[in-house]
T-cell receptor
Framework: TQLLEQSPQFLSIQEGENLTVYCNSSSVFSSLQWYRQEPGEGPVLLVTVVTGGEVKKLKRLTFQFGDARKDSSLHITAAQPGDTGLYLCAGEASNTGKLIFGQGTTLQVKP | KAGVTQTPRYLIKTRGQQVTLSCSPISGHRSVSWYQQTPGQGLQFLFEYFSETQRNKGNFPGRFSGRQFSNSRSEMNVSTLELGDSALYLC????????????FGQGTRLTVV
């Protein structure tokens, strides 16, 4: 069974700080996605990484896919209160199209 | 372009009842997946439909079922509701089966009392 473990589970920081969220697995994934979910809403797709070692930037967010395609990280620079939410990583299980989700990282950015 | 639409947004049911949830995918998307989200278990895959056929199924009991219509709209049914079925049920649409990029609706919050 393919599993994705996210760390940390909870993060509370001050506005302006940097942070990194990790998504790890012992399995290889053909692609990994990162989603952000706000309370009462569905997850919103932020990025998809496909190639080992790939780095993608979305404004202050930097996403990296591990060389072996088993892990990924999300780095936020100068966090803002609007970044508050649940961050989820998801991997496509063995080219089935079926998404496996990590447990999520709840981020709170205080003004 | 309209997003994924789920109805209803909120639902309260009694144990033993059954419930039907509806999902309209993004126009042109033909694959619909359903997920259950709870604080303890996170997001868990229920099933995926493409071209009116179930293509993938998660590890849920047979009380959970679904179907997809020719216009790609999908419904999910849960029979003999249990307290533990209380959750946010999310529908996601993808362009085709096997696409890893899923676009989610706002979800249906089901409370079983």
């Amino acid at each position: 069974t393919q599993l994705l473990e996210q760390s940390p589970q909870f993060l509370s920081i001050q506005e302006g700080e940097n942070l990194t969220v990790y998504c790890n697995s012992s399995s290889v994934f053909s692609s990994l996605q990162w989603y952000r979910q706000e309370p009462g809403e569905g997850p919103v797709l932020l990025v998809t990484v496909v190639t080992g070692g790939e780095v993608k930037k979305l404004k202050r967010l930097t996403f990296q896919f591990g060389d072996a395609r088993k892990d990924s990280s999300l780095h936020i620079t100068a966090a803002q209160p609007g970044d508050t939410g649940l961050y989820l990583c998801a991997g496509e299980a063995s080219n089935t199209g079926k998404l496996i989700f990590g447990q999520g990282t709840t981020l709170q950015v205080k003004p | 372009k309209a997003g994924v639409t789920q109805t209803p947004r909120y639902l309260i049911k009694t144990r033993g009842q059954q419930v039907t949830l509806s999902c309209s995918p993004i126009s042109g998307h033909r694959s619909v997946s359903w997920y259950q989200q709870t604080p303890g278990q996170g997001l868990q895959f229920l099933f995926e439909y493409f071209s009116e056929t179930q293509r993938n199924k998660g590890n849920f009991p047979g009380r959970f079922s679904g179907r997809q219509f020719s216009n790609s709209r999908s419904e999910m049914n849960v029979s003999t509701l249990e307290l533990g079925d209380s959750a946010l049920y999310l529908c996601a649409s993808s362009l085709v089966f096997g696409s890893s990029e899923a676009f989610f609706g706002q979800g249906t919050r089901l409370t079983v009392v």
